[in-house]
């Protein structure tokens, strides 16, 4: 995960002073279990189009006790039926299958990633495979060509000839927010069905999700600096780092290592506490009715609030120039 220098939080810490002593951990945790993982896989027969892809906190370098396997088998290309490896042979090797009603829970096809991109046949799981692949993905079995070739596609898709330099890529930059936006809604609607692990979706919502949609917005404003072909080069170097190193590199950018260290230091403190078995299964039993009688919902409140302050003054304070691309081009 740190691999060709110095990372971008390794900076961040000692610019700031700080250590983040809980991320380092999953970092170095995430490692060896993606080579076990890669090396399970290896096993099963792939078609030359075919990748497994690990999402979440395997794809994010954050892996905790409480991780879960949750992959993608992608294949470049249109819906077909006959390819390998097959969701029930990854699952029957990784002993864990994709939710029934989740986003994964059928091949993933690079046709309908690229080209329902918006209007009725782009629906929210459409959408969220796409921006999940891009954000938050990477490869564990098969050609890692074919990985590398739906990501291409995709951004080709977005940075198109509408792309002005020195500017936010608009249609990537509006995607972001409307994948941010769509997993708000969806924690509300959420809520009314049902009462179940309200208290961890919630501190979710508040540092992991959060965490995920600053790294796809803050690389996307500060496109700002570049031309159209430099954008794109530092587009696709940003997609290559785990969230943490894009949002780390944006504070750095800006020289707001006190606010950075303020924010991540925050998000290192949840990571280490959803580390604890006991802190996690407290926040699964939490529901809205019983928050406030909850010292683990009350702690993942104050680390959000600390993460959001760090974010939010990134954004509006730190810098004269950020702060009019974030006025010009992240509401309207």
């Not at 809980?22 to 993606?34: M, V």
């Not at 299958?97 to 782009?122: C, H, M, Q, T």
């Not at 692949?133 to 490869?139: A, N, R």
């Amino acid at each position: 995960m740190e691999s060709g220098g110095t990372s971008p939080l390794r900076q961040l810490a000692e610019a700031a002073d700080r250590n983040f002593p809980h991320l380092f951990e999953a970092r170095a945790r995430t490692e060896p279990g993606l080579e076990e993982r890669r090396a399970l896989l290896a096993r099963l027969p792939h078609s030359a189009e075919a990748s497994v892809v690990l999402m979440g906190s395997w794809g994010r370098g954050e892996v905790t006790a409480g991780s879960d396997d949750d992959f993608m088998v992608l294949v470049d290309g249109a819906e077909q039926h006959e390819f390998e490896p097959t969701i029930e042979g990854v699952s029957e090797v990784l002993k864990q299958r994709p939710s029934k009603d989740g986003p994964f829970a059928e091949p993933v096809f690079s046709e309908n990633l690229v080209n329902d991109i918006g209007l009725d046949a782009d629906s929210n799981r459409n959408l969220t495979r796409r921006l999940l692949f891009l954000l938050e993905s990477t490869p564990i079995s098969g050609d890692e060509d074919v990985y590398r070739a739906v990501r291409d596609k995709i951004l080709s898709r977005y940075l198109d000839e509408s792309v002005k330099p020195y500017r936010p890529p608009r249609f990537l930059l509006n995607d972001v927010v409307r994948y941010w936006r769509t997993i708000c809604v969806d924690f509300a609607a959420k809520e009314w069905k049902g009462p179940e692990k309200w208290g961890i979706r919630n501190a979710k919502l508040r540092t992991s999700r959060k965490i995920l949609f600053a790294s796809g917005l803050l690389p996307l404003l500060e496109c700002f600096r570049f031309d159209t072909d430099s954008m794109r080069e530092f587009i696709e170097r940003a997609l290559t780092m785990p969230p943490t190193d894009r949002i780390a590199g944006a504070f750095l950018e800006n020289d707001a290592a006190d606010e950075g260290g303020r924010a991540l230091g925050a998000y290192d403190e949840f990571l280490g506490r959803l580390h604890e078995s006991e802190f996690r299964d407290r926040l699964e039993e939490v529901t809205r009715e019983n928050s406030g009688d909850s010292a683990e919902f009350a702690k993942a409140d104050e680390i959000g609030k600390e993460l959001q302050g760090g974010l939010l003054a990134l954004l509006y304070e730190a810098s004269p120039n950020l702060a009019k691309v974030v006025r010009d081009y992240a509401i309207f």
